[in-house]
């Protein structure tokens, strides 16, 4: 889960994109057949055939449809739709044969992230509906036409770092209207940074080019750092240009006559009271014409009545307010309210689609990023029950467990609301899908997630005492990390609402030893899964059987964790290199170690409790106590 980019939700009539396309239930879900005769089938087939390494993505073939159960690897659909291509660190080269997925009419998302791609950037013109773009760590070149991104507004993240792009920055990207992301670091441009025309300034990367020339004005207070590597630049945040350029725009900036000052104050003032004046008077029509839109599918049985809910379900009792039919339920008051309809329509995009849960980036307000988490597989809980555990879950604040800030009810299908994380998940850090070059995630830093997880956890362990496993579903995916690598424990406490055959399925706690042997689960089941979580984190080692979907026997992860022990005990180096500089912390990590096999020891009695895995994860250091 983790965190993780692609496309945007929906299409409206503008080029917006809604979240509204993804929940609705009209959606069609055949596979669709563009005006050139192609299925998306054979589209994608075409596709392939202008790539090297065709190996990587071995099971697209005829003989299964890309939606199907048999999902095409790097595929991502909605409705039995194609939104998105994730062929990411698969060695792929050769030609993007746009014309073949031009075809793809519900596309949304690209990402050749981490290949072996070469030449001019492809003409995505030709995919008005694009969202997002993700290019970087290949080997592009060559200049970029000013006009390759014209006309496509529904674009709203751009990456290209990490090729060998040359040229001036093309002209067209600053007149993008939604645009939120733009990487463009690690390439050759040159040239000034153009002007950026949008109303909310997109998150920019340059760093690492050959640009010259004062940074414009709107840029001067982000982060030097997004400008380093580029010998020609100045002004701030950078060093002063020549001849007091940069002071001289500054200047230009704060220094205007009196009464040029006044005249603008008071335009502004003006245009902020009328703007209040319409929005009000839009708010009273909309609420308006929301009750009777409600008032009318409760008399009439009309779809969008349908939708939400049905004659028998009853309100539940638990819950302060009242759930109404098209409604969210907010469990936290410290949050800006907004409707299930500002919902519907915001922008967003596909942050992932599994078996377990769909997640979508949504930024109701602007500069607000929430993440809607969309579960199929709680169907059977009713509403009374449902609203009963959402308000314990929302009552629970820590500083390592992801609040909830609201939810939606409906029979077929439930939302989840969240705050959105921008770092990643603790997965994409260990395992190289979100690290960088200049990432320091050395042993000191593991330490102190891993102490952050176990508090969290020992807070769900004494919040929720009636929960056999408050988590269930605890994995290094399912941890994120702020931008001080804080961690923030996500997806906890979900088996209540789960299906059952569903959570056996999917869930972590069904992979425990106990529930191999003996079909149960335990109150140390979550310890287990932490004990995991330790070696994981130590080792760098990936526990593969998580990615397995189905009942796979806890004595495969057994096995993964004796084969550690066994390194281990012959005297080999068992921890990942990755940490770095760990020769005077050996004593400290070995002791960290031990917790490890203490929480994940297979039999129950021997395996340690949540309070004493804690005790003992706190009293480790981060360097040897002799040193």
Known sequence: MGAHAFAPLVRPPSSCSYLFHILSLLAITGIGTPVSGLTEDEALLKFKTSLTNMDAISNWNPSNAPCSDKK????????????????????????????????????????????????????????????????????????????????????????????????????????????????????????????????????????????????????????????????????????????????????????SSSKSTVIVLVVLLALVILAATILIVYKKKRKTKLKKLDSFSSQDGNHFGDTHMTPNEERPRTVKKQSEPGKLDFVRDDRKKFDLSE??????????SGNFESSYKVEVFAGELLVVKRFRQMSRVGRDEFHEHIWKMGKLRHPNVLSLVACYYRKEEKLLIFDFVDNGSLASHLHGKHSTKDEIFDWPMRLKIIKGIARGLAYLYSELPSLIVPHGYLKSSNVLLDYSYEPLLMDYALKPLINTEHAKQLMVAYKSPEYAHLGRLTKKTDVWSLGILILEVLTGKFPTNFLAVGNVKGENLVAWVNDIVNEEEKGEDVFDKGMGGTHYSKVEMNKLLKVGFGCCHENIDVRWSIREAVEKIEEIKETDELI
Not at 144 to 168: E, H, S, V, W, Y
Not at 215 to 241: D, E, Q, T, V, Y
Request: net charge positive; hydrophobic share 40%.
């Open 72 to 255: 095409w690897m790097g595929v991502i659909c909605e409705h039995g739709k194609i939104w998105g291509l994730k062929l990411e660190n698969m060695g792929l080269g050769g030609t993007i044969d746009i014309d073949a997925i031009s075809q793809l009419p519900e596309l949304r998302t690209l990402s050749f992230k981490n290949n072996k791609f070469e030449g001019p950037i492809p003409d995505f013109r030709r995919l008005p509906k694009l969202r997002s773009v993700y290019l970087s760590n290949n080997k592009f070149s060559g200049e970029i036409p000013d006009d390759a991104f014209t006309g496509m507004d529904a674009l709203r993240r751009i990456i290209l770092a990490n090729n060998a792009f040359t040229g001036r920055i093309p002209s067209s990207l600053t007149s993008l209207p939604i645009l939120v992301e733009l990487k463009l670091d690690g390439n050759q441009f040159q040239g000034t940074i153009p002007d950026f025309h949008q109303k909310n300034l997109p998150s920019i990367n340059m760093a690492n080019n050959q640009l010259e020339g004062p940074i414009p004005a709107r840029l001067m207070h982000l982060n030097p750092k997004l400008f380093s590597g580029n010998k020609g630049l100045c002004g701030a945040p950078l060093k002063p240009c020549k001849g007091n350029t940069g002071g001289a725009v500054l200047k230009d900036l704060t220094n």
């Open 343 to 352: 919902l519907l329509t915001a922008s967003a995009e596909v942050l992932e």
